[in-house]
């Protein structure tokens, strides 16, 4: 048989058939286990130097994303929507109109582990969904772990109206991103309408963190 050889390691003594399944998987099961068991308690006792056992075995929930992979908590639109913080112009100037843009990351959000649309899988073959976009901004795609973190984690959203006045004539500028203060600067110029939103934040997303305009 294929394997016999390695459930020979397993310290299995009996014949290797088909027949024998169930026995030859509970040898191979205790193996792994009592090997395992040794190297389980090594690491507590690591941990125990740290104090981290008992924090550990207090907040199992938090701690299981350490440990087990992929458990991480994925960002979702409610957390994302929450974690917004739009600085506004002040109210009564002409540009608080324009503003509006503030929805627009909402409905965004709305897309959800969703793909956007055919227009952009022609972009890019991975679909923009709120862990990307959340990874984009803020350089991670799965929420803070601990409840103090979660609270006082904002994305700081600005605007700029001023981009025609800087740079003159040009057809198109992209969101300014900076990963460590989390905060975006949306050119408001350019996301007249949620299409435009909508493809402006796309394209920066596929591409990368930074862009010139053109
Ligand atoms: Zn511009
Ligand atoms: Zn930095």
């Known amino acids: 048989m294929e394997c016999t050889d390695r459930i020979l390691l397993c310290g299995y003594t009996g014949t290797v058939s088909i027949?024998?399944?169930e026995d030859v998987s509970f040898n191979v099961v205790l193996h792994g286990t009592?090997?395992?068991?040794?190297?389980?308690?090594?690491?507590?006792?690591?941990?125990?130097?740290?104090?981290?056992?008992t924090l550990v075995q207090q907040e199992t929930d938090i701690c299981r994303q350490?440990?087990?992979?992929?458990?991480?908590?994925?960002?979702?639109a409610d957390f994302l929507v929450e974690t917004l913080s739009p600085v506004f112009s002040e109210k009564g100037t002409m540009r608080q109109g324009k503003n509006n843009i503030e929805d627009m990351p909402e409905e965004e959000t709305k897309d959800e582990n969703e793909e956007?649309?055919?227009?952009?899988?022609?972009?890019?073959?991975?679909?923009i969904n709120v862990a990307r976009f959340c990874q984009w901004l803020?350089?991670?795609s799965h929420v803070?772990?601990?409840?103090?973190?979660?609270?006082?984690?904002k994305i700081v959203?600005?605007?700029?109206?001023?981009?025609?006045?800087?740079?003159?004539?040009?057809?198109?500028?992209?969101?300014?991103?900076?990963a460590c203060s989390r905060s975006v600067t949306f050119p408001v110029a350019h996301l007249g309408t949620y299409a435009?939103?909508?493809?402006?934040?796309?394209?920066?997303i596929v591409h990368g963190y930074e862009f010139g305009r053109c």
């Not at 956007?116 to 679909?127: E, G, L, M, Y």
């Not at 959203?157 to 900076?178: A, K």
Request: aromatic share 8%; proline share 6%; with cysteine.
């Open 138 to 140: 803020t350089g991670q």
């Open 19 to 21: 027949q024998r399944k």
């Open 116 to 127: 956007v649309d055919k227009a952009q899988r022609n972009i890019s073959d991975t679909p």
């Open 157 to 178: 959203m600005e605007f700029d109206h001023e981009c025609h006045v800087r740079y003159g004539t040009h057809s198109i500028c992209y969101p300014v991103v900076n």
């Open 196 to 204: 435009e939103f909508k493809n402006v934040i796309s394209q920066a």
């Open 66 to 76: 350490l440990f087990v992979p992929g458990s991480f908590t994925k960002v979702d």
């Open 34 to 53: 009592v090997r395992l068991l040794p190297m389980l308690q090594q690491i507590c006792s690591g941990m125990k130097l740290y104090g981290l056992l």
């Open 144 to 153: 803070p772990l601990s409840d103090a973190d979660r609270e006082k984690f």
